[in-house]
């Protein structure tokens, strides 16, 4: 059974940065394309960045862009996202989850890590 746990969420001053970790367990890591989401407050969960199974497939939404970058650490099965230049607006519960390549939907959600970003 898939599960993805994420942590690394705090409370910070906008422009700080943070490291955000994911750990997987119960399928094969490498297989799976993985997907940074958040949540802000009364909002829609949205994704914010994804990578495939090589490192250089990665993607990140315009709202991010030269801010957050995303990978992953294949022989640790975690996934990072990396949060530099916060901004008030990053404020949310972010989660990560996992989809198959040739999948649409993601699955294994975790309970999420709080980042609350302070201006």
């Known amino acids: 059974q898939m599960q993805l746990a994420e942590s690394g969420g705090a409370l910070v001053q906008a422009g700080d940065s943070l490291r955000l970790s994911c750990v997987a367990s119960?399928?094969?890591?490498?297989?799976?394309?993985y997907g940074w989401f958040r949540q802000a407050p009364g909002k829609e969960r949205v994704v914010v960045a994804s990578?495939?199974?090589?490192?250089?497939?990665?993607w990140v939404a315009d709202s991010v862009e030269g801010r957050f970058t995303i990978s992953r650490d294949n022989r640790k099965n975690t996934v990072y996202l990396q949060m530099n230049s916060l901004k008030a607006e990053d404020t949310g519960v972010y989660y990560c989850?996992?989809?198959?390549?040739?999948?649409?939907?993601?699955?294994?959600w975790g309970q999420g890590t709080q980042v609350t970003v302070s201006s």
């Open positions: 990578i495939a199974w090589g490192p250089t497939s990665s």
């Open positions: 119960g399928h094969s890591f490498s297989s799976y394309t």
């Open positions: 989850a996992a989809r198959f390549p040739t999948s649409s939907q993601y699955s294994g």
